[in-house]
């Protein structure tokens, strides 16, 4: 049986799924920080003091942080949504089998059943050597080494 001919969600499901997906996907479309990345930041000439300068700093920082966030959430709901179609949401990356609507409805990006999730994280946690930032795709080492 291939991946595609595997129906573990009823129509309903899919259907509740993917009006998430398309909710999370709007929410951070419309977000001001998203739309405008600029908004609400002084410029460099405008600074009185090295203080104003450094809590600008740290609120641009912030921004990124959250805008970065808000870009690699938005293409995991990308890839769910040409899941639903396709057909294979709700199914393991891993082992191909169903991964619980529960499981979805709570994180409709979800790759992985909890089975091999919670496989996947004790493999994380017991090899600290090379470990990756997901969100940053670089390894403890490289990110110490700076």
Same mark, same amino acid.
């Given at each position: 049986? =291939? /991946? ?11 259907? =509740? ?5 398309? *909710?999370?996907? +709007?929410?951070? #479309?419309? =977000? ?5 990345? @600029? ?6 000439? +405008? !600074?009185?003091?090295?203080?104003? @300068? ?10 990124? /942080?959250? /805008? ?5 959430? !938005? ?9 639903? *179609?396709?057909? =294979? #949401?709700?199914?393991? @990356?891993?082992?191909?089998? *169903?991964?619980?609507? +529960?499981?979805? &409805? *709570?994180?409709?990006? &979800? +790759? #992985? ?6 496989? &996947?994280?004790?493999? @994380? ?10 969100? !940053? ?8 080494? /700076?």
């Amino acid at each position: 049986m =291939t /991946r595609e001919n595997k129906n573990y969600l009823t129509d309903k499901q899919v259907e =509740t799924l993917k009006d998430k997906l398309l *909710a999370d996907k +709007e929410r951070i #479309l419309n =977000t001001d920080n998203f739309k405008n990345p @600029e908004q609400g930041h002084l410029d460099k000439n +405008e !600074l009185m003091d090295p203080v104003d @300068e450094a809590s600008i700093n740290i609120q641009v920082a912030d921004d990124l /942080r959250y /805008r970065n966030r808000n870009n690699f959430y !938005l293409k995991k709901l990308n890839k769910s949504l040409s899941k639903v *179609a396709d057909g =294979t #949401l709700g199914i393991c @990356e891993e082992c191909d089998d *169903a991964i619980s609507f +529960e499981r979805l &409805a *709570a994180r409709p990006t &979800a +790759e #992985l059943c909890i089975s091999c999730k919670e496989e &996947a994280e004790m493999g @994380e946690k017991s090899n600290f050597y090379k470990k990756k930032s997901k969100s !940053l795709g670089k390894t403890l080492q490289e990110m110490s080494g /700076r």
